[in-house]
């Protein structure tokens, strides 16, 4: 599939509506990242809202952005987001290196922001994906922190594809509670295809994707000590925690990283290789 032929399969349906100013910001491994500061999401968040449109904002992590250097049609799905936000310490580095002031937001940060944020105005949130304990355990812990949050919903979907008229029912449920912000912990490249759908059929005014946020809340994952996120350590201690699961995401996916950044920092003055070619021996990670 060629990257026009991606674009189009992101913007079937239309593209997202675009209620505050554009600037084209660096891209890391052929994925946008937008240059933001705490007080700047919020602000984002309140515009969108209110502009009467859905919009998807997406927390990048590095290993999406390897996934996305080798498969287009995912690469023009984080693209067509409304905000796209580093998650992972490395990707703010790796934006600032081409020339943004982007600050590091992790989408736990982000979720707890928005939390205290939206509890002084009633904002409506909607919970989507982990289990049902995790959900449970994730909302008790959000009210006991933030005691004026108003969760409209919570929903666990089955652990396989989902078919159209599921993700419909799911869609109307968001909208029948009225909420504003639908947050989806399903993991990428999963959570960020799903965010997608609902935003095609206006599911609410923010669908953010914010992966292992609903267990590092919830308590059932635990996160990294402050110390390692301030020096981007915190996939080390994700590894060390369950590496069986995580070993080809970390292992072979941060040197491909870090190739992919080099080449790109390297070839508008020696023609090095563009996001649009995947580097030698680079799988994208299901």
Known sequence: MTSASA???????GPERRCRERVEWP?????????????????????????????VVHFCAAHPTV???????????????????????????AARMFGS?????????????TAEWGSQRALRH???GGTPQTLELLQRRLVELYPDIVIVGAESPPFRPLSDEEVAASARLMQEAEAQAVWIGLGAPKQDLMALRLRKLHAAPLILCVGAAFDFMAGTMPRAPRWMRRYGLE???RLSSDPRRLWRRYV???????????????????GGRSADEPLRGSSRER
């Open 126 to 128: 909607y919970l989507y």
């Open 27 to 55: 891209k890391v491994n052929g994925v946008r990242i937008d240059s933001v500061t705490p007080e700047d999401f919020v602000e984002a968040l309140s515009t969108f809202l209110s502009c009467g449109h859905s919009h």
């Open 235 to 237: 996939w080390a201690y």
């Open 101 to 113: 002031k982007t600050e590091r937001l992790a989408g736990t940060d982000g979720m707890q922001l």
């Open 7 to 13: 674009d189009r399969l992101a913007f079937d349906g």
């Open 67 to 93: 996934d996305a250097r080798s498969d287009p049609s995912y690469r023009a799905v984080l693209n067509v987001g409304a905000l796209n936000v580093p998650d992972g310490l490395p990707v703010a580095w």
């Open 252 to 270: 072979l996916g941060n040197p491909r990283f870090i190739a992919g950044v080099v080449s790109d920092r390297v070839r508008p003055r020696g």
